[in-house]
């Protein structure tokens, strides 16, 4: 382990040595101005979608019985495009499902009318920085904005969601999110699940009051973990049953949770089986055990139901697994008295990560229920699409790689040991356009400090995997050690490598065979020990573009920063 993290704090130190000297403003024609926001049509882009988004304060009925709740929600209205643009999930907080082909131009008027700043972002999508819904752009009550971009991605599941910094996380817990798919001309060739067959699979977890109303984080409390409710949602409703028939399903999950990461797996053992991740068609189907899900991720599932009698019900979970949370943490979870196996309404021990689940805690997802015999089935194809495998010879900065160093100071989570400054860029966070990058991202412990400005030894550190240090265990370091999901904006990326070291290995053979790493990513989760080398493009679009932590409490704590393509 000590090799490994040298390393990477020598590498770090010479990259912020060099940044630190070249941090400089940004040319102002990059930022918006306020009251100078791009709020008009470009008269030259012929839009074949336009549509009308709003956010707002809504009252929808969540729980059975009782008071309704009340949520941020966006609406959508169609001006122009195909009928199937815009799917409305009826009385849900949940956005719209916005169904894209490649090559759609697409023009988007939103107005913010809620009493708070807000901005949309459509994560996935590889659009410019200005329609890319970076936190400058963050619009005050009343406001609106124009977006405008071609659908560049190929056939794929993302999402759109709020990025108005240090309110996203409270945003999106309170609704404002939603599900986007895009086709292509080669994926309309394939034989896969469509229309009734091809169903959105949002998760989220909420907790709710005794008036039924959404309960966040109170203050700081809990924020340096994440929110963790304590009722899981699907599709913006809890106790969800899907009646399906016995055939071949397409499932797009997504995890639009603001911390919590699922190991998504069957009751009965079945295996999961995926075809695409984040925003692209896998080559070819991948089987697992199970499949692991975290903030931020997509994966589009095949379920089939194939050979299932009439009346049989399959359930599925977030199966148990170790090692997301720091070490202090999962031995108090791990610990406390289990409820009878299933893990609901447990609540004990649980105060301090707000709600009975833990992190790793097993516990029923959704049901599906067979009701109909039927044999119309697809066969799951054997190859979904074809792209470029990118490899080490692909990179153009092979021995330099970027470094994303996750790190953990006192209530203050960072990369490159640093926090979010909306108009500031290191050195080695620009990047040239229509590069590929080598990026590394690793736990960056070796630059820990604490709050008095001391390193800590090494003894510390050693003692890190073990218990009951520091009183409140909020030292940083080792024993604030925990899974990251890594999200970059812009265009996809690939993995090139995962290596695991230290002392949690143990705990991560509970979530190791759930990672795809065959196909494109936009997010990538990071366990402890953990280092995973990418390779993403920078094409087409210069500017701003985001990367983060994607837990969301994370983000809003200014876990974030800005590659500048130039
Ligand atoms: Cu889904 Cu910048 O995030
Ligand atoms: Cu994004
Ligand atoms: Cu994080």
């Not at 105060?351 to 109909?372: C, H, R, W």
């Amino acid at each position: 382990m000590t090799n490994k993290i040298n390393y990477n704090k020598r590498q770090f130190l010479q990259h912020s040595a060099v940044g630190a000297l070249a941090l400089g403003a940004f040319p102002k024609m990059l930022f918006a101005k306020t009251g100078h926001l791009q709020n008009k049509a470009t008269p030259g882009f012929k839009p074949d979608v336009e549509i009308e988004f709003t956010s707002r304060d809504a009252y929808v009925s969540i729980l059975r019985g009782g008071a309704k709740t009340k949520v941020q929600k966006y609406d959508a209205r169609l001006i122009k495009g195909p009928q199937n643009t815009l799917v409305e999930l009826k009385g849900n907080y949940l956005g719209p499902i916005l169904n894209y082909a490649q090559g759609q131009k697409v023009r988007i008027y939103y107005k913010n009318n809620m009493s708070e700043p807000s901005i949309i972002h459509w994560h996935g999508l590889h659009v410019p920085q200005d329609s890319d819904g970076h936190p400058m752009y963050t619009l005050e009550p009343g406001q609106s904005y124009v977006y405008e971009f071609v659908v560049m991605n190929n056939a794929g599941t993302s999402f759109y969601h709020s990025h108005s910094h240090n309110l996203t996380a409270e945003q999106v817990y309170k609704g404002l999110a939603g599900l986007i798919t895009v086709t292509d001309e080669e994926e309309q060739k394939l034989d896969l699940p469509r229309g009734e067959y091809d169903l959105p699979f949002v998760i989220q977890d909420r907790s709710f009051n005794s008036r039924n109303q959404l309960q966040y984080l109170q203050g700081m409390h809990g924020r340096m973990t994440g929110f963790l409710g304590d009722t899981i949602l699907v599709n913006g409703l809890p106790n969800v049953e899907f009646s399906v028939k016995s055939r071949a399903y397409r499932f797009r999950a997504v995890n639009g949770s603001n911390s919590r990461i699922y190991k998504l797996g069957w009751d009965d053992g079945t295996p999961m089986t995926a075809i695409g991740t984040d925003a692209h068609l896998l080559e070819k189907p991948e089987t697992r055990p199970y499949l692991m899900l975290a903030p931020g991720e997509r994966i589009d599932l095949w379920l089939d139901f194939s050979g299932r009698a009439v009346g049989s019900e399959l359930v599925m979970y977030s199966l148990p697994y170790a090692g997301a949370m720091p070490p202090k943490m999962e031995q108090q979870r791990l610990g406390k008295k289990s409820s009878a196996g299933m893990g609901m309404g447990g609540g004990m021990g649980m105060g301090m990560m707000g709600g009975g689940l833990g992190q790793g805690d097993k516990f029923p997802i959704a049901s599906f229920k067979v009701m109909e015999k039927v044999s119309d089935s697809p066969a799951l194809p054997k190859k979904l699409t074809s792209f470029r495998r990118l490899t080490e010879a692909d990179v153009d900065n092979k021995n330099q790689p970027i470094p994303i160093g996750i790190s953990m100071k006192p209530m203050r989570p960072q990369l490159n040991g640093k926090s979010f400054s909306m108009n500031r860029v290191m050195d080695f966070e620009r990047v040239e356009l229509g590069s590929i990058r080598k990026i590394k991202i690793f736990h960056d412990h070796g630059s820990m400090k604490m709050e008095q400005g001391q390193k800590m030894d090494k003894g510390m550190k050693m003692q890190g995997g073990g218990m009951g240090m520091m009183g409140g265990g909020m030292g940083g370091g080792m024993m604030m050690s925990m899974a990251h999901p890594i999200h970059l904006h812009g265009q996809q990326f690939q993995v090139l490598s995962r290596e695991i070291e230290g002392m949690r290995q143990e705990e991560y053979k509970t979530v190791s065979k759930g990672f795809i790493d065959s196909g494109w990513k936009d997010t990538v989760l990071v366990m402890p020990g953990e280092e995973i080398v990418i390779a993403k493009p920078f094409e087409d679009y210069k500017g701003l573009f985001l990367y983060h932590c994607h837990n969301l409490e994370h983000e809003d704590l200014g876990m974030m920063r800005q590659f500048y393509i130039t």
